[in-house]
Antibody, heavy 118, light 112 residues
Framework: EVQLVESGGGLDQPGGSLRLSCVAS????????MTWLRQAPGKGLEWVANVRQDGVQKYYADSVKGRLTISRDNAKNSIYLQINSLRAEDTAVYYC???????????WGQGTLVTVSS | QSALTQPASVSGSPGQSITISCTGTSSDVGGYNYVSWYQQYPGKAPKFLIY???NRASGVSDRFSGSKSGDTASLTISGLQAEDEGDYYCLSYTTASTPAYVFGTGTKVTVL
């Protein structure tokens, strides 16, 4: 059974940094692109970033480029999202998803909530 | 990367068919057959419905179908059921700036 479990969310202050993790199981992790997405409270889904199987190729949404960094560790079946210079608008549920070559997101984690507030 | 445009809400009676549109540009929906659709219930993670414009994901009811014409992709739900009530999002590959993906604005489906 494919499972994705996110962690690392919580309450943080503006200007701080945070690293989210997503651990995968039930499939050959190193064979898939992986994606981070987020959803602000009461808002729609936002595509954030994805990373290729080898961890070298990465794509980012314009809105997060330069401040959020995606990475992966195939030995640990995990992807990560480093968020620097936290802003109130980073408040959201963050999801990771297994990704098809044409962008389809077939399995999602349950999400981890990040709240940025002083 | 601007969000793709979806109607805020669509409603229908049980048994009817409804269609949700997803309008973009030639840099995203119109330029590539990389459109997927997702269903989301409140407080839950989205569910994968359609990939590559018109292919149903594994286990998805054949009441759901996808299509595309020009810069607009569409999701049709036939034989509407109470369990179809929820939010629906399209997602497309985009080259508007750097290569990436962009979601639609989302559509709330209400079963009357």
């Amino acid at each position: 059974e494919v499972q994705l479990v996110e962690s690392g969310g919580g309450l943080d202050q503006p200007g701080g940094s945070l690293r989210l993790s997503c651990v995968a199981s039930g499939f050959t992790f190193s064979s898939y692109w992986m994606t981070w997405l987020r959803q602000a409270p009461g808002k729609g889904l936002e595509w954030v970033a994805n990373v290729r199987q080898d961890g070298v190729q990465k794509y980012y949404a314009d809105s997060v480029k330069g401040r959020l960094t995606i990475s992966r560790d195939n030995a640990k079946n995990s992807i990560y999202l480093q968020i620097n210079s936290l802003r109130a608008e980073d408040t959201a549920v963050y999801y990771c998803a297994r990704t098809w070559p044409t962008g389809g997101l077939d399995y999602w984690g349950q999400g981890t909530l990040v709240t940025v507030s002083s | 990367q601007s969000a793709l445009t979806q109607p805020a809400s669509v409603s229908g009676s049980p048994g009817q068919s409804i269609t949700i549109s997803c309008t973009g540009t030639s840099s995203d929906v119109g330029g590539y057959n990389y459109v997927s659709w997702y269903q989301q219930y409140p407080g839950k993670a989205p569910k994968f419905l359609i990939y590559d414009v018109s292919n149903r994901a594994s286990g998805v009811s054949d009441r759901f179908s996808g299509s595309k014409s020009g810069d607009t992709a569409s999701l049709t739900i036939s034989g509407l059921q109470a369990e179809d009530e929820g939010d629906y999002y399209c997602l497309s590959y985009t080259t508007a700036s750097t290569p990436a993906y962009v979601f639609g604005t989302g559509t709330k489906v209400t079963v009357l």
